[in-house]
């Protein structure tokens, strides 16, 4: 037990970042299939990106509270300028994963439901890269 205690202290915002990263994919994942299943067509191009910017819009709401709190312990006190830079981080990785979505989806004609869990993991890459780097770097 001691052992692992080690290793999570080690890399704590590592693994944090796996745990928020997660469960922002999940509640993501589940706005883009509600709303592709309900009342958006999979098989609409359109569709598909407002299905992907309902499910990034949920995801960043999100993942900037719990990255804050559990991940990068921000004690940044301007949180206004703090939020902008992180929903600006997450716009370029949002515009990646609209761009991959419509090369192959509405291009390529693949699967919208297996592609966004491809998208899902680059944005989680360059989400923590981004975060890490820009948003809420230690001074």
């Known amino acids: 037990m001691e052992k ?11 693994i944090n970042y ?9 509640i993501s994942l589940i706005v ?3 709303s592709i299943f309900t ?15 309902l499910k ?22 301007n949180k206004l300028k703090e939020a902008t ?12 994963s609209a761009i991959l979505m419509f090369v192959f989806v509405t291009l390529l004609h693949g699967s919208a439901e297996i592609m966004v869990l491809v998208t899902q993991v ?3 890459v360059a989400n923590y890269v981004l975060s890490k780097l820009f948003v809420f770097k230690k001074k």
């Open 18 to 26: 796996l745990i928020v990263g997660g469960l922002t994919t999940v």
């Open 39 to 53: 009342f958006l067509d999979a098989e609409n191009g359109f569709q598909v990106q407002i299905a992907n910017t």
């Open 56 to 77: 990034w819009i949920a995801g960043v709401t999100f993942a900037y509270f719990t990255n804050r709190k559990f991940v990068f312990e921000s004690k940044e006190t």
């Open 122 to 124: 680059i944005e989680i």
């Open 85 to 96: 830079k992180f929903v600006g981080s997450r716009l370029t990785t949002w515009a990646l």
């Open 4 to 14: 692992i205690k080690e290793i999570y202290i080690k890399y704590k915002e590592i």
């Open 32 to 34: 883009f299939y509600i």
